[in-house]
């Protein structure tokens, strides 16, 4: 069973493009990680949100990755420098 997540992200309008621009770095490095099967950068079209996804093997290959990315400054929870409101995160599954 594969799992994933997708995060809603708001960054403040000033901030997006540096905002996406560290969430392809997180990416970057997220491929490089055992069960790795995708990863996402996403905006809507209004420019309102940052949308990320990923998929991995299983929740302990996530949960390996995620170690990394939090060492990056990214985290699945919280908010960062360059958000103006906490962001959403939803896990999933595939069943």
């Avoid at 770095?25 to 809507?44: D, H, K, M, Y």
């Avoid at 209004?46 to 990056?72: C, H, K, L, N, P």
Wanted: hydrophobic fraction near 40%.
């Amino acid at each position: 069973m594969s799992f994933g997540f997708v995060a809603f992200h708001y960054p403040a309008p000033e901030h997006v493009e540096e905002f996406v621009a560290r969430c392809h770095q997180v990416a970057e490095v997220s491929r490089a990680q055992p069960g790795f099967l995708s990863v996402g950068v996403w905006t809507t079209p209004d420019g309102d949100a940052v949308v990320t996804t990923g998929a991995y093997e299983s929740e302990q290959a996530f949960r390996a990755a995620s170690g990394i990315a939090r060492e990056m400054g990214a985290t699945p929870d919280g908010l960062s420098d360059l958000e103006v409101r906490p962001r959403e995160v939803h896990f999933l599954v595939s069943r």
